[in-house]
């Protein structure tokens, strides 16, 4: 399998079960379509201390099949022998009726629907992994396989198709998952992805801790934030770390939501007491640090 | 001692140690400063299951001494015997210093800066638990004591006396604590301090949980929105509930940094993963429970 979401979330029940797990990913990093690979070290050593062997930069040419079932994976790095092959290969918006039926699709490869979910035939809406969303940051066509967004379309769809008003407002491309104790989470765009836009962007990384220094069972995190040069206008944010790190993305996502600068987010009212929080909230000290950038 | 922050932090480590509890608190409910009494009778319900004799609508008249040490509690309902006794009674701003120094003091007792944290005198200016912020939501100056607030204003004016740049932009007064298990945060107003304003608002509470509802160690939160009625402007937050309900005060305290209504709320681009939400995240349901009202 691919070391995306998926196969995070795969490669761990598997291990809770006590298997020998191998991981074989294109890439040269996990999770490559969601964190920048300076993000995605600290997965990488989560698997590999977790006892996966992670095979980067490696692609699958094939299987050997014996008597109906795999018993082995063909890379080309030879093969990897197999009891169970778990296949993650991404997602791809499936717009093949919408096509037969006239209704236009976009660049992205998803159908092209307005605010209201509308297509461009009368009488017929989309929602869900099949359309194309607009990128809040970037203002364009997107397709993005996410629970969050296909629930939010296909209620706002099903309100306007029954008589009511409901829209929906774009995406970020929010996301979280785990490995283990490891959380990890995005929004918006990454470095590499601010950079394809054609955008002047800068990053910088912060370490800081989930809870008072002092306080037991403080963890450290790490949260990487995404800024335009000129104007400081957050693009995006990325978090690897221990417990309490991944949900603070919804703080950023919500300061990206309001096209907030990072100077502006580095003085925002969070919340603090020392089982939570240091006296300066992760956030903070992230925007903080990139304010002094710009 | 009162059921403020104080007084379940101190509650909650005697408790540990092993100590009989009473806690008299002068208001009907505890943290009758930072909660609506319906959001603080799940406060009230963790102390006495807890073990705390908690007296709630009950005055402190005087201490018994003997041999120099307090014996008892006087109260208008009889003396509570004690051989500890931590006293919380608020704070307030102390100013004397300015006052005698002919430095401007507000009409909240605090004394009166700019943005650049300037007071009214030349070359001199003030930060932390003595100064008047301007609150966000009201535009009202208020004396807060949060240390968060003391300390980037401390780094403002450090700043500006320093000869550099810095703003301080005003406080929504969010703030966290727990006792034991249970989490407690709020941002903004309550509902009682918006009608105290002279607000038209409304408010509505969600019960939600912290994970899918099927994941295992789910528990639930309950989330009360405070908004204006004619506009949806989110006015305030409060939280009480499990584990990793309280941070999420954050994103609040975002959306309402910046003027956000309750509407656009409930269409924010929040992440999931079974882990740690539903796919609607407690914070959008409460939004979009608020929407319905508008």
């Known amino acids: 399998m691919g070391a995306g979401y998926i196969g995070l979330e795969v490669a761990e029940n598997l291990l809770a079960r006590g298997l020998t797990v191998t991981v074989i990913e294109k890439l040269d990093a996990p999770m490559g379509a969601v964190l920048d690979s300076d993000m995605a070290s600290a997965v990488v050593d989560a698997m590999r201390n977790a006892g996966v062997d992670l095979r980067l930069g490696t692609s699958v040419t094939g299987f050997t099949v014996s008597d109906g079932r795999v018993t082995a994976v063909e890379t080309e790095a030879g093969p990897v022998e197999a009891d169970l092959v778990v296949i993650g290969l991404g997602v791809r918006a499936n ?12 660049e992205s490869g998803g159908i092209i629907v307005d605010e209201q979910l509308r297509t461009g035939t009368p009488h017929v809406w989309a929602a869900g992994d099949c359309v194309e969303s607009r990128h809040r940051v970037t203002g364009r066509g997107v397709v993005m ?14 309100t306007n198709i029954a008589g009511g008003e409901a829209r929906f407002d774009g995406v970020l491309g929010t996301a979280i ?18 950079a394809a836009s054609g955008l002047d962007a800068f990053a910088v990384t912060t370490e800081a801790s989930n809870r008072a220094g002092y306080y037991p069972g403080a963890q450290s995190m790490r949260i990487k934030i995404v800024a335009e040069r000129q104007t ?18 919804d703080v ?24 939570f929080s240091p006296v300066w909230d992760p956030v903070l000290l992230a925007a903080g640090k990139a304010a002094a950038e710009v």
Chains 1, 2 share one sequence.
């Open 177 to 194: 998952t785990k490995f283990q104790q490891l959380e990890i989470a995005r929004t918006g765009l990454t470095e590499h992805e601010a």
């Open 95 to 106: 717009t093949e009726l919408a096509r037969a039926a006239g209704i236009a699709v976009g």
């Open 252 to 275: 950023l996502a919500t300061a990206l939501w309001n096209g907030m600068t990072v100077q502006e987010m580095g003085g925002m009212d969070l919340s603090y007491a020392p089982p």
């Open 232 to 249: 400081g206008r957050l693009l995006g944010a990325q978090i690897v770390g221990g417990e309490d790190a991944g949900k603070r993305i």
């Open 145 to 158: 396989a996410l629970g969050t967004h296909a629930n939010k379309q296909g209620r706002a769809a099903g």
